[in-house]
Structure formats: C-alpha cells, structure tokens
C-alpha cells in the first residue's frame, strides 16, 4: 500500500511541475513578444522622424528656389540663373523678297528675318506681307514646312486643264460641302483651290441661284488662284484673269465687246495686206 500511494503523490508532483515548465514557457513568449514589438514600434518612429525630417528639408529648400525676393543665408542654397535658350538651328529654305504660299492667307512674300524673344526663348521667324489683306505675319523658321513655294508653270497648265473639265458636285447637305470646300482652300495646295473654283463657278448664267456663303468660298479660292497665276505668269492681273475666266467660260461677252471695239486705225493696215 505505501508503495502505491508514493507512487500516486510522484505522479501528481510531475503533473505540477509540467504545468509550472508551460506557464513559466507561455510567460516567456508572450515577453519576448512585447520586447519585439516595443523594438519594432521604436525603430518605425525613428523612420518616420527621419522621413519627415528629410521632407521638411526639400520643402525649405524649394521655398529658397521659389522666393526670389528672399535674400539667402550663407547655409541656403542661392537661386539658379536660367540662361536665355535659342531656338533648334533649321536652314533657311526661302530667301528674302521671295514669294511664298501660306495656306490660311494665300500668297504672301518675305519682307525680311528677324529674331525675337517669346517666352524666354530666341526664336527666328520670317515676316511675311500680304498685300490684299494690307497685313503682315510671321512664321518661326522651325515651322517653315507649313509655308509652300509657288506654283510651276506645269502646275498652273494642270490648274487649266481642271478649271476646263467637268464640276464634280455632290448630293450631301451644303454644310458638309462647305466644310469640305473650306478644307480645301486652307490647305493651301493649288490643284485643291482649282477644284473649289471649278465646282463653285456658275459662268454667266444668271438664272441659277447661288447663296451668300457659296460666293463667298468661290471668290476666296478665285482670289488666291488669281494672284498666284499672275505672279507665275509675270504678266498683268488682266491677263491672268482672262486666262483663268477663259478656261471657266466666264465674262465671254465682256471679252468679245472689247475685241469689237478696237480702234478704226487698225483696219486699212489688214485691207493693205489682204489686198
């Protein structure tokens, strides 16, 4: 019987001393546990002091670049001087007194170069006059490709060719024709313009109808294809208008009272060579 009993109290004292070993190891745990954390909670305020720290700084050195009127200490940083840029060097490809085509002002030509400032920057333009506008403009040499030179006498034969044939007129709304006509007049190209006028021209038929808007377009693109004509031609305005009439059948009788009204002096020197 002792034996037994010694044997139930060993068995309880183990079982004691098994839960004491698991609370003292759970204790433990949940310590180093705390100490992890507290580490971890101080070295991310470190960080975050560090971080703030670091922004207060490029914050104060942007309030010394954006204040001008600040005057600096010997720590801060002195504001930059930016340096007057220059335009991209471009070739020129147009000379001086050389005429030009600007698609949304017709033909003009060069007067002269000059180079200005626009927004810090040395840009050099071309300066342009138009004479029926009594206008001048200017375009960057950098943008030149938009300018177009003038016509050969090739081109001007095919715009001749273009007025004589058919007009090729659509059965859409007049709105959407007119932005089409309006498109082609501000592309500046000549064989667009020759076709405007071709479509748009009513000869002298005054019987048909034409709107505000349509005479508008048709002298537009009438005008630009006139001035461009003469000054290829290097004739008179007269002259280029009774070409550009003549291909479009317009004013025929204008010409022919002009042909019947020529001087009486003329007629005995063609009976003298009839005869």
């Not at 309030?63 to 200490?73: A, G, H, N, S, Y």
């Not at 007067?111 to 200017?138: H, Q, R, S």
């Not at 059965?171 to 082609?184: D, L, P, T």
Request: proline share 3%.
């Amino acid at each position: 019987m002792k034996n037994i009993l010694k044997k139930i109290l060993n068995n309880k004292r183990s079982k004691k001393a098994v839960k004491k070993k698991t609370k003292t190891v759970k204790k433990i745990a949940k310590v180093k546990k705390s100490v992890k954390t507290t580490k971890v909670k101080k070295i991310t305020k470190e960080l975050s002091k560090k971080k703030i720290t670091k922004s207060l700084k490029k914050k104060d050195k942007v309030e010394v670049k954006t204040d001008p009127l600040r005057i600096p200490k010997n720590n801060e940083q002195k504001p930059e001087i930016k340096k007057v840029k220059k335009q991209e060097t471009e070739k020129r490809l147009f000379k001086v007194k050389e005429y030009v085509v600007y698609p949304k002002h017709g033909v003009g030509q060069i007067i002269e170069t000059k180079k200005i400032n626009i927004g810090g920057i040395d840009v050099e333009t071309y300066i342009l006059k138009f004479e029926k506008d009594k206008a001048n403009g200017m375009v960057p040499v950098n943008k030149q490709s938009h300018l177009r030179p003038l016509a050969t006498i090739n081109q001007i034969n095919k715009c001749v060719s273009i007025l004589k044939s058919k007009p090729k007129i659509k059965r859409s709304m007049w709105s959407r024709r007119a932005q089409e006509y309006e498109a082609k007049i501000s592309s500046g190209k000549i064989y667009d313009l020759a076709e405007v006028v071709r479509d748009l021209n009513k000869g002298d038929d005054i019987m048909i109808d034409q709107s505000y808007s349509e005479r508008q377009l048709f002298e537009k693109a009438y005008e630009r294809l006139l001035t461009e004509f003469h000054i290829v031609m290097e004739s008179n305005l007269e002259d280029a208008q009774k070409k550009l009439d003549k291909a479009l059948k317009r004013n025929l009788e204008k010409q022919v009272q002009k042909v019947e009204e020529k001087p009486v002096a003329e007629e005995p020197v063609n009976q003298e060579l009839t005869e």
